[in-house]
Structure formats: C-alpha cells, structure tokens
C-alpha cells in the first residue's frame, strides 16, 4: 500500500496517455523550433543595443556585450541566473531522494520532477528573452569566454565517461582503470548537478540576439534542456537521443566559425571544428547505436575521404594549407575531449583509491591498539 502511494506522489500517470514522456520530448522540439524563430524575429528591436556593440577584438573577446557596465542591469541578470540554478539544483536533490524506483527502472511516465523542471526552464526562458530587450548583456559583461566554452567542454567529456559502458570511448572498446563502474556510477550521481551548471551557466551567458551563431545555439540548448528534464524517463536514456544530442555540437561549431570567418574576418577555422566532433561521431557515439559494421567501416571511410579532400589543392579539393594537416588539427577536438574525459576519471579513481587506503590504514591502527 506505502509502494502504490508513493508511486502516486511521484509519477504522473493517465490511462490515457501512456507515453507522456513521447508527447513531452515532441512538444519540446517543436517549443525549441518555434522559441528559436521568436528569438529570430524579434532581433531587430535590439538594433539600439547591437548598433553600439565594439569591433570583434580577436578570439578571446565576446563581441554580444555593451561596451559598458550597467551595475544594475547585472545584478538583475545574475539574479536571475542564480535562481535558476538553486531551483534546478533543488529539484535534482528532491529527485534523487525520492524517485529511486524511477531512476532504476524509468518509464514513460512523467514524474513531478519533470513537470516542475519543465515548468521552471520554460519560465526562465520567457524571463531571459524579457531581459535581453530590457537591459540585453548577460553573464559575458562580467566573466570570460571561456568559462561559457570550458563549461560545454566538461559537459561533453562527462558524457563520454557516463556512455563508456555503452558506446565505450573509440571503436566501440570499453575502457576499464580508471573507467571502472566506481568511477561511472560517481559521476552518474553527480552528473545532473554538473551538467545543469554548464547548461544554465551558459544559457544566461549569451543574450537572445537574432545572430545565426546565437540561434543555433539556442536550439542546442534548448534541446540539452529537453534532455535535463526529461530525467528519469527513458527518454534520457534513448541512446539515438543520446547521439543525436553529442554530435549536434558539430553543426553548431560549423554554423559559429563560418559565421565569424565570412562577418568578422575570423581565421578559417570551420574544417578544425567540423572534422574534429565529425571524429568524435565516427570513432566514438555511432557506437551507441544499432549500425551494421561494414556500414561502420564505409562511415569512417566517407570520413577519411573529406578529410583529404579538405587539404587536397583546388580545384580537386578544398585547398586547405596542409600545414594545418601536419598540425593534426582533425585531432585537436578529440584529445580535449578524451584528454579531460580521462583525467577527470583519473583524479576520482585515485580519490576513491586513496579513501580505500585511508580506510585500511585506519583498520589496521585499532587493531594493533587493541
């Protein structure tokens, strides 16, 4: 009887519609689709905030932020920004202490956790877009670029542990030490707290502007705050989701760095960034899915091929400087990514180990007292 209530108390069920987390995922998409266009129609009422916007000043400069500090307007935007990271966290904590059942078995259920996060997402979304026309900086005003990239970044990298078991970390190979299931199961616990920071972090980093480098990456975000909600269903664990949702970073990098190449004369960077998450794609999260290998193999053929094609001289190719071939930028990417992956398991495994001898040392101490 305890069982069946608390069932009740946390999933919300209809005989009805027995898949809401199906109707959900769509009705998500289809909001990202149609939020992206507002943002898209919307952008020229903000032309007296872009008309004063800076020069691009390089790399390491963010071109969507004022040219001045309003002290007010920023400690509006960080308000906003640590209340719905307080609240997401809050509902993650409620999560993992009540819906226990959920997270060893998910269904297709909705449970409050995903109703009321979806509910605060779609808030704060409406907020930050009111925002952005009111006073239109965001967290970029006060941090720099690279914590916004560095938070996707880690995002990425958790990924790959949590999926080793799945999709394993290239070819398909499962990684054992320091990938152990010790390790995988910390960072599954942990993951949700992480990943939120780097989603909201950088959600109110960027302003809702109109710019074909800020759409695409609203949608992204969008999408990862699909995923973020739709936790403990099996949405959040449909692997074709899962791969969908990795390697859609790819053409958003493409859309940034052609974007910033053809408007502000940016270096070409687009073959770095495509090449180098179209590997991640090819030697690691098709393996999650359901491919027949010589399907994989012409995979990493057509792969092979446009990566020469890349550096091969116009007008056979696309007339890259083989310099950067000798570099191995296709490879850049991949090693941050598999780079961080392993030392962020590395540094648990060794945590975990040294707790262990801790424990052992300690064991031994009494037992030489008594």
């Not at 999933?11 to 266009?37: D, N």
Request: glycine share 4%.
């Amino acid at each position: 009887m305890k069982t069946r209530d608390l069932r009740k108390q946390t999933t919300i069920s209809s005989p009805k519609l027995k898949h809401k987390a199906r109707y959900a995922l769509v009705g998500c998409i289809i909001f990202s689709i149609l939020f992206t266009i507002i943002i898209w129609l919307l952008g020229p009422n903000l032309n007296h905030f872009t008309l004063i916007l800076l020069p691009d000043q390089g790399s390491g400069w963010y071109y969507w932020q004022l040219p001045y500090r309003d002290f007010w307007a920023m400690n509006i935007v960080w308000l906003f920004y640590f209340a719905n990271q307080f609240l997401i966290w809050g509902a993650i904590y409620w999560a993992q202490k009540n819906l226990t059942r959920e997270r060893a078995n998910p269904t297709y259920d909705l449970t409050k956790y995903n109703v009321v996060v979806l509910g605060i997402t779609l808030f704060f979304i409406f907020l930050h877009l009111l925002q952005t026309h009111l006073w239109f900086d965001g967290l970029a005003q006060d941090v720099p670029i690279i914590t916004s990239q560095g938070s996707v970044i880690i995002m990425l990298s958790i990924v790959l542990i949590l999926l080793n078991p799945v999709q394993g970390l290239f070819l398909g190979k499962k990684v054992g030490k320091p990938f152990t299931a010790r390790v995988t199961e910390f960072f599954r616990r942990t993951h949700m707290y992480i990943i939120s920071w780097a989603l909201i972090f950088t959600f109110w980093f960027h302003p809702m502007v109109n710019d074909p480098q800020l759409l695409t990456g609203f949608f992204f975000m969008f999408l990862l705050f699909t995923q973020m909600s739709l936790a403990y269903t099996k949405i959040h664990i449909d692997m074709r989701w899962l791969v969908l949702l990795q390697s859609w970073v790819a053409i958003h990098a493409l859309f940034v760095a052609v974007f910033n190449t053809m408007f502000f004369n940016s270096p070409d960077m687009w073959p770095m960034f495509f090449s180098g998450f179209a590997f991640m794609f090819v030697f690691t999260y098709m393996y999650a899915l359901n491919i027949k290998k010589n399907i994989r193999w012409l995979i990493i053929a057509a792969y092979i091929l446009f990566v020469i094609f890349l550096y091969v001289p116009s007008p056979f190719g696309f007339g890259r400087d083989p310099s950067f071939l000798m570099r191995l930028e296709f490879l850049w990417i991949p090693i941050v990514l598999y780079g961080l992956a392993a030392l962020m398991a590395t540094a648990v495994f060794l945590w975990f180990r040294q707790e262990k001898n801790m424990r052992i040392r300690y064991e031994l101490t009494r037992t030489f007292k008594r």
